[in-house]
Each structure stands twice: as structure tokens, then as C-alpha cells.
């Protein structure tokens, strides 16, 4: 079994969602583990580096490489059934040392802050009820891995260097990202 560890160091606030809001406080929330740290899932990870390679093959007018993606990340039939894939993805995590600092400190508050936006009509005014607060984490860097016998280093690395953006409003300057792989 093969393994790559890596890094994303996020470069600007981000935020990846729950799916929960947060009441009057804010109307979607960063998501958390129990010791409230974010992280990113592993299915959002690869479904990233999936995409980057796609493009990255698209931009390079490489052979298709859907059918070898497929078989190492898996898929979703037409009839919506799945095929896993050769590959595992942990959730991307603040490092242990770090987690350790900030639980025993109590400062996983201070990684989150909440920010508004609204949508302006064409005379520049606000629209009405479109009022929207977001929590976001602050830049962190966090871990993961991936492991599998099919584990390609060259193809890994292009797609670590392709993806620069991860989580909601990537657009609108929000999740910045660097992935590098770490050493042994």
C-alpha cells in the first residue's frame, strides 16, 4: 500500500459548509469536528483533484483519462449507483501538535469570524431580505492522506499544483489554497 501525505496551507479566509446555519448569528457554518476544528472531508479532496486532472487533461488535449480517473476515484453510474475507487482519502485536518495547542488553550473560537454579503440592484441599492452572513475560518494549514497501490506521485503533484481554490465563494476570493506534499 502507497501513500501520499500532503498539506493545503489556506492563503485567505475559507469555508467549507455544513449544511447548518448558525440561527441569527450567521446563515451557514464552517464545518467542524467535535473539539469544534474545522476540516475538509476526503470526498471533497478528491473530488478536487479529480476535477484538476480533468481540466489539466482537457487544457493539455490528453486522451480521455475519464475511465482511468474512474477506476482510481470512483464513480456514480447513470442509475446513480456508485463504484468506489482504488484510492482513500482522509479528511484534511490541523495538524495533531497544533490541535493539541489549540484545544488546551480553548482558542477554536478564535479561528472563525462571520461575514456578510447582499446582492445590489442595478441602481446600486440593496435588495431586499438579501441580507447573508457566512462564518469562514481563518487561513490554517491542515493534513491528509491518500493511500492505494495505484498511487501516482507525478499525477498527484500536477493536480496539487492545479488546485488553487477549494470551498464556497472560491470566486469571490474566499479559499485560496497551496497543496504540497509532505516528507517522510
Not at 472531508?41 to 489539466?56: E, M, N, R
Not at 441580507?131 to 507525478?154: F, H, Q, S, Y
Not at 500536477?158 to 506534499?181: D, E, H, P, Y
Request: proline share 2%; with cysteine; net charge neutral.
Amino acid at each position: 500500500m502507497r501513500k501520499i501525505k500532503y498539506k493545503i496551507e489556506m492563503l485567505s479566509d475559507w469555508h467549507v459548509g455544513s449544511g447548518l446555519d448558525g440561527g441569527a448569528d450567521a446563515d451557514s457554518l464552517v464545518l467542524k469536528d467535535d473539539n469544534n476544528l474545522p476540516y475538509i472531508p476526503g470526498k471533497t479532496v478528491k473530488g478536487l483533484l479529480k476535477d484538476s486532472l480533468l481540466d489539466i487533461a482537457d487544457l493539455e488535449h490528453q486522451q480521455d483519462l475519464s475511465p482511468i480517473l474512474d477506476k482510481l476515484f470512483g464513480k456514480v453510474n447513470k442509475d446513480k449507483s456508485t463504484v468506489a475507487g482504488k484510492l482513500f482519502f482522509s479528511n484534511a485536518l490541523i495538524n495533531t501538535v497544533e490541535q493539541e495547542d489549540i484545544i488546551n488553550n480553548k482558542l477554536s473560537c478564535q479561528l472563525y469570524k462571520n461575514i456578510a454579503s447582499t446582492q445590489i440592484d442595478d441602481k446600486g441599492i440593496a435588495k431586499k431580505s438579501s441580507l447573508r452572513t457566512m462564518e469562514v475560518c481563518i487561513p490554517v494549514g491542515l493534513e491528509g492522506k491518500i493511500e492505494g497501490k495505484e498511487i501516482d506521485d507525478a499525477m498527484f503533484e500536477m493536480a496539487f499544483k492545479w488546485t488553487r481554490q477549494l470551498g464556497v465563494n472560491r470566486n469571490r476570493g474566499l479559499g485560496r489554497c497551496k497543496f504540497s506534499i509532505l516528507k517522510d
